[in-house]
């Protein structure tokens, strides 16, 4: 089997091909590294790369590596040029949140992106968002990452005019549901024009973003 | 088939039996009143009794009933006793969620516990709760009733230390899930000591909240 | 009851309060209508009227909202200026996905957003995404809208630097499971940086797409 | 990042912050601990604590706590002072539900109210709740916790008047669905005036029974 | 199209086939009921047969049928020869169960075994159990039928030797979910060795008491 | 709006496009029935088209229509030619899945393809499907429709080498699950090398099988 | 906390209290062992004992159990006496469903009632039931055990008289559902008069079983 | 217990028995191989048959199969012959889908079919199946393996007029819901005349490509 990798993704969209580590073996993971490593044709972004399958990839290929441990990110082959003028806040409801906040920030890095992150400002204690809304607001986009009720979401969105996408997570238990009340809570929103990604996605929620600020360039790696 | 009505509930719990009539037949629903209005014991309460089917039922019976119809409650032989020195905020997200409301506010009537609505605060335009916090704080226990993402919930629950009954309702359409969603988001709340009722159990709330502030008295009808 | 509309919301998000009619009674609507169109405010956008309730509301105030029937939606009281050079690609997968896109076009509308449909152009005949692929490029935001299967979202995805909203429909029967499916495919989608509104809710994709090419703007009704 | 606590919570709804140690990393917890313990603002109560991840705190700060392993809690810094005169009646239906109930008399000991558990009186073997009730009526507040059919929850809420918290668990296999059958069949109980909280959440249900009985104080620790 | 009627079913497992009108259109009806009354071959019991589709049947049909209303029940062809020294006790929760146990008792009647119905004894007025246990107990099978919270099954269950057949019912709303909650409570029972029928099937819980109580007889019709 | 008919299916596929009318209103249809008919592309089938939608249809365009009630089909244009030396069996399990059946029966005759029906022959009376296999076996496809339990699937795959096309139905109640029952079973059934499609779909059923039996031809309407 | 046994169980219902250990640590059931060993009440049954927690559980109470690992299952003092002329045929479809009939089997024998196991007779070699059902058909009642699609289940009760107790099993993957599947499939059975009982729940299989052929006796342990 | 193999499957339906290893203890396994390898009967082929359990089996058994790790798969007795003139192409939207794709490639070897596998060419990279359209299309049947939004089935379906075989994978995270998602897309597609089979079921794909390719021969193992 080869493998048929979208080399010219940024090229077309902008956005790179991407590897998600999780469903995929670590023969498979040497081999994709290899042939990538070998072509060089573009800054590479592997996600969900635990520290135990990291380990077991075949040790050159682990150099070449910059591994994020807390967001279980690496890049291959360096990162994305900046984008001028441009930022998003990343805020999240509590520190168990963190980590899709780490997933999110790495990724923008990746593509050039600033980012600031506001932790922990869940509204059962609403001073904390009082505190901060003004230096959100003052970012392009922001990145909302909550799991349970996910009740920050309609209190930001009722608090900015900036494109807000929202990221449920899986913390929690019982009637959390794995995430699916807090998407579901997120898409029933009582402000308007919400967007959501996908349950634990800091990657999506990163690159929805970039879609939002970033525009189609002849980019090449630094 | 008779019917063996659970007479004496109001001595033993304090709370009176009550007619759900939205799965009953007007038949059964005349011989139940027929019965009841002979033997005269307590107060009884109807809910879930629809425009429709009152006017079906048998005239000398509606004669006797005390209707409202945003609720879809009747009284039949009164209503119980005041309870002095007690009262209960009942408090909604939106306009969408005052049919909910009227049904507990007229139990909580019913039952002799004074009430006061708080309609239309919902979360996405902050400043309505933050108006209103300091009088919903001055009530013994509160109703708060929401559907969708119900985050005035958890926004509510951080701001006041009395007893919280989070009641879902099925207001909206899609993720809403019928009101299922804000049933789990209430569950899973950040705000700690929330407990909820059934999905848009306006009555349950406000047998919840009689529990909180009442005493089991040996009362009788006015 | 008084009604505590949150008449600030554009001035503090750039988005105005907006009546989701489908919750309400025709009362309720009557008495809202009559202070919103008392105060002059500034606009407002009725959503999920349906004709039926449209024919009940109060005659004088029928005469004042700009009703389209397709799309259930009325203005009161005009709409908001023009929002300068720049417009939104509405694509739809097919036929049966027209009304939930007439709703997001007349959102734009309302809030000044020039907008074109691109109908019926479903991935089952590729021809026609290929054909219509350079022209949904130029504008500055895409909504999807889809149902079933949504296989779409993720082509377009791929074909695509822009923001892509995606709006799941409900239209479909048995594992369509209305409209989930199609919710669930587009958030797992292969494609990167995809978010999603709600079911149906082209309202909201509407006003997703004014948050990424908005600005907050002091606004006064034309 | 910096957490940011909400230290004065016990001031503003008389219950204070608590830490929910399940979604959070090592590192995590010892970051938060030590500035806890710098702070020294008030008691903290720690939930969901496993042996294993105890074990992996920093050990000076492992010293602080005053940990017990059934409930997985530990105290930091003390308890708050004993609320006179308020004592709550912790029932359990099965032996399986214990683990829940001691986190419920856990926080209720952190939150100074006293606590009596009636442990394994499921209604298959009615007589166990007949020989009880009597003493747990003698309570302020009654917290139930059951996992499968909770049929007790039904039964005792037709004997007692006292403020019913249910606690589905999650104890159980195929239908029992997790605690998700307990929680629906608590909600739709046929005794009047049942609240419940989130599967196997005796936190929760401490709290809310706190606010049944509580009074909002400036309480300083003991 | 002709139909293939299993008319030795009776022969082979004591139980005669049965017509599930509710996916039948009246044209299919007239037809199977024609060839039906023509072959006379045996009893034949016609089960969700509503007063309208009745209405509509070939009046000469219509004639040969012994309709029951409350129950949607009617025979072709009379009923079975009586079971001697046989009796079903019929125990329902509420007075909306009444449909169902009226379906139930009338398949027993059509196949020959007797029954008593003990309506309206829900275990929120424990009392109500308590007085007819005894009579309850002195029959051969126990159907019990009950929506909601289905906690009748387990205090019955623990105070009888008897076969249980357990129906749940689809009365109720939000967490009741259309019968499914009491469906899983009734599997999950914490009494042993409880079985189930389907949602709402009084018809099935009757052929399964007959299968309790009745031999595999050549049986022909009165 | 214009519609993008894809014209050139049948010549890509072998399949040509197909009109689902639920989701489409009167107006939409008229609009599309005209083109069509205007274009004379080729024959062209609409499914799911109600009797009563179907008088509402513009009556110039309903006399060109070759209408079937029971399957709610009607073909524009006449049918493609008959595929020689071809056949598929149609299997239901009851009498209630006969619409379905017709669907799928009509829309191979819009194929050219020949059919059989085998209509109730459940596995309870089992001797039915005894009777029938040696028939349904001496077709090319067969197309087996079942709801409920589905069982005959696994029965009649055990049964034939022939390619197995199941199609679940909607028929039933409470746990059938409106048709999900049926599917998931057909799924994991324990005969090898089943296939299946939506729930209700004979439809899609039919296109299968001709599919399986069908080659890509250029084909010209009758 | 002391245990609440309910001793008098078998007097009262014929069948004694017995153990689910899956839900209760070590020294809980040392605790319960010790006690109930010591009081010598009667015999008491133990489900769901793994062999690794019966390693773990204290040496002197170990001896004392007769277990029996594939079933999960010991007895404790012994067990009931034989109930005479009284068997039951426990059917399973698949090899894989093996465990849940030995927990059957071995709970009938704990209760004095004879037993056969039919195993591995699956519809998809429909020859396999063929060839077994006379000597099923043999006993008092049938337990038939099946995931997956559970098609043996309608095929086996339009081929008996006999009282069917239908057990799933969580056997399979994908649309199996854990077992709900089958135990969905079983309650719409198109076979008449078949009762269900939890997933994997072979005891309460057997106790539904004891129940159907029992007589509540005074029965004292051999 | 006795095994009853379904030995003469091959001869009725042209599908041999198979054994699925995942349900099955490793003493079963053994005693299931002995049996299965004295008698020679025909070529048997194991499924999910994991490393770990391999490697647990009797050696002289271990010896006799031919086992493929990646797939989970091994042969007993060698295979099938070959089929001439027939072959299948197998499909995979991306590289984490290959563990299914090597069950139907080595499924389809040990049927004596020829299979070429198509990897990793997920639609949001449209070129990759516009590059290999045509050599697909020169197949007999296809099998498509796709997780999350499985988009590819739709754009393939209307692309080939061959048989499509669609195999959901458990590939994915969130709102992908275990392959759920994939599967209810593939039968909501779009696209005419899919058929599903379960999730990560290559085994029954492969199955189903046997019955539409072959034809029931009296066959030997090689």
Request: hydrophobic share 40%.
């Amino acid at each position: 089997v080869s493998y048929q990798f979208d080399y010219f993704r940024h090229h077309r969209i902008g956005l790179p091909e991407c590897i998600y580590c999780e469903g995929k073996s670590v023969p498979i993971l040497n081999r994709m590294l290899t042939e990538l490593s070998r072509k060089k044709k573009c800054p590479v972004l592997l996600t969900r790369l635990s520290k135990e399958k990291r380990r077991r990839i075949h040790a050159p290929l682990v150099r070449k590596l910059d591994y994020h441990e807390p967001s279980g990110t690496a890049f291959l082959g360096g990162k994305f040029p900046k984008v001028p003028k441009a930022s998003v806040a990343v805020v999240t409801a509590g520190s168990s949140d963190l980590g899709v906040a780490y997933e999110a920030v790495r990724t923008l890095d990746f593509l050039g992106v600033s980012a600031r992150l506001f932790a922990d400002i869940g509204v059962a204690g609403l001073w904390r968002l009082e505190k901060n809304i003004e230096a959100i607001n003052r970012h392009d986009a922001i990145i909302v990452i909550a799991g349970m009720d996910a009740a920050i979401v309609s209190v930001l969105g009722g608090l900015t005019s900036k494109p807000v996408i929202a990221v449920p997570t899986s913390v929690g238990y019982g009637t959390a549901c794995g995430g699916q009340t807090a998407l579901n809570a997120m898409l029933a929103s009582c402000a308007p024009g919400i967007a959501a990604v996908n349950i634990d996605n800091g990657y999506g929620a990163a690159c929805a973003a970039f879609r939002v600020i970033g525009r189609k360039l002849s980019r090449s790696p630094r």
